[in-house]
């Protein structure tokens, strides 16, 4: 189920992004997940955030800033493959006319998921804060 964020979960929500976060960018530094953790949770709260819980558990979390800039898509490792990403997703595009992101071109998984779900790369960069390379990408849209 699917529920607007309540502040009571952000814990939670922060151990779900920190841990993911680690687990799919092995690219990137520990420590640049860890450094911005604090700010991350202070501007949290500012964004859209839908929760999906089942039976009591934080399964997974979706972040919009800016009218339809997803900030991140985050799922407890141990649910990840059940259809919780996708659900948020689909949620997201019942809400919002497009959707755009950015992702890791060496996070496959992450792209493969985007792609599954109909969004396009509409650019590459380098991101200026990890060095990464990372793809645009986008839904939608007039």
């Known amino acids: 189920m699917i529920k607007d964020f309540k502040l009571d979960n952000l814990n939670k929500v922060m151990e779900i992004w920190l841990d993911t976060n680690i687990e799919a960018h092995d690219f ?7 450094d911005n953790f604090e ?4 501007m949290l709260p500012s964004a859209d955030i839908y929760i999906f819980e089942e039976n009591n ?7 919009i800033v800016e009218q339809n800039y997803i900030a991140g898509l985050f799922v407890k490792k141990e649910y990840q493959r059940e259809g919780v990403g996708k659900k948020l ?3 997201c595009k ?8 950015h992702v890791f071109t060496k996070n ?3 792209v493969n998921f985007y792609m599954k779900n109909n969004f396009k790369v509409i650019d590459e960069h380098i991101n ?8 645009t990408m986008a839904f939608g849209g007039k």
């Open 108 to 110: 496959v998984t992450a």
């Open 128 to 135: 200026e804060d990890t060095k990464a390379v990372e793809y």
């Open 39 to 42: 700010l991350v949770k202070q």
């Open 28 to 34: 990137i530094p520990k420590e640049y997940w860890k």
């Open 57 to 63: 558990i934080i399964k997974g979390f979706i972040g």
């Open 89 to 91: 997703i689909e949620y």
């Open 94 to 101: 019942s809400k919002y006319d497009n959707l755009t992101l």
